[in-house]
């Protein structure tokens, strides 16, 4: 599944190619992508003719901000991808949307497990978001009313790679929960971006266990944890993100990270850093890989 290095390569992708492009005409081949609004003709009809101003990202999903100020998510989920096609391309079966820009290129959502859900939204609050505060499930977007972008994003936690994510903050944040270092890098309200791949490479990089209880962190863990978690991020962002199965770029190639990962589906391997075998676990219904010996449980 597209994590944060994953989802911020194809935005970065994005902004290189279609920013300034204008999308002449949408074509959706599975209504149930479209989250908002609805029905889907609705949807088409009301991103025809936008122009793509720049593209950014939010914890998973993709932002593609519109010169009128409506902005599109795009929330990859397991299996999405945003691709950009030369014209002539031959069609892609798996291609649930099409955007058709005015230069003869095509901006495809591809996604063969149909999990992903794009939107289009008014501006307004996104500069407020990632505080961490809303309730963690709440639900929104989901009736008749018109969200603003930055209600989507209100139970989201804050971005590992910005500047205002310090050791400082990260270590309050950890210090009032108790739940276990692996299923809290996972709740999107307390770190946004990170998932299962990427949880498990911080934690042996920081040397922890992912079972240790988060409010157990002494100073220097929490500053190696801090450290490991943006490290790992940065590093998957720089080989244009991790692929094991449906990932790939805005290009439609794969990233390079998956074989630089030290623990991450590498059961039964050498640990890179003391030679003996990494598990697996599986914590509240996630594979867990990590080292024995270098992420002692206390
Ligand atoms: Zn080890």
């Known amino acids: 599944m597209p994590e944060l290095p994953e989802v ?4 970065r992708d ?23 609004p609805q029905p889907a003709e609705r949807f088409a ?5 936008a122009t793509i101003e720049r593209v950014t990202r939010r914890a998973k999903t993709v932002l593609l901000h519109l010169t ?4 599109m998510t795009v929330a990859l989920r397991m299996t999405g ?58 639900r929104v977007a989901e009736g008749g009313r018109t969200y ?28 009032r929960r108790s739940a276990k270092l692996k299923t809290l890098l996972l709740d999107q309200s307390f770190i946004a971006g990170v998932g299962n791949i990427y949880a ?21 863990e929490v500053r190696r944890l801090h450290r490991a978690v943006r490290q790992v991020l940065r590093q998957g962002i720089a080989n244009r993100g991790s692929s094991f199965s449906d990932y790939v770029g805005a290009d439609g190639e794969p990233g390079q990270n998956a074989e630089r990962l030290a623990v991450y589906r590498r059961t039964e391997q050498p640990c890179y850093r ?22 002692p449980e206390r």
């Open 8 to 11: 911020e390569t194809v935005a």
């Open 14 to 36: 994005l902004q290189r190619w279609v920013a300034g492009a204008t999308i002449r005409e949408a074509t959706v081949h599975w209504d149930r992508t479209i989250r908002h």
């Open 45 to 49: 009809a009301e991103i025809a003719g």
């Open 68 to 71: 009128d100020g409506r902005v």
């Open 81 to 138: 991808a945003l691709i950009v096609t030369r014209p002539g391309t031959p069609p892609d079966p798996c291609a649930r949307e099409v955007f058709q820009l005015e230069d003869g290129r095509e901006m495809r959502y591809r996604d063969v497990g149909k999990f992903g859900r794009i939107g289009l939204w008014p501006g307004g609050g996104l500069r407020s978001i990632g505080a961490g505060r809303g309730a963690r499930s709440k």
């Open 148 to 175: 603003r972008i930055g209600e989507v994003f209100s139970g989201h936690g804050p971005e590992p790679l910005q500047r205002g994510f310090t050791a400082k903050r990260f270590a309050e944040r950890l210090s």
């Open 200 to 220: 498990d490479e911080a934690l042996w990089r920081a040397r922890l266990h992912p079972l240790r209880a988060a409010d157990t962190l002494d100073a220097g």
């Open 274 to 295: 003391c030679g003996r075998r990494i598990e697996r676990i599986v914590v509240g219904q996630r594979s867990t890989h990590f080292c024995p010996h270098c992420q």
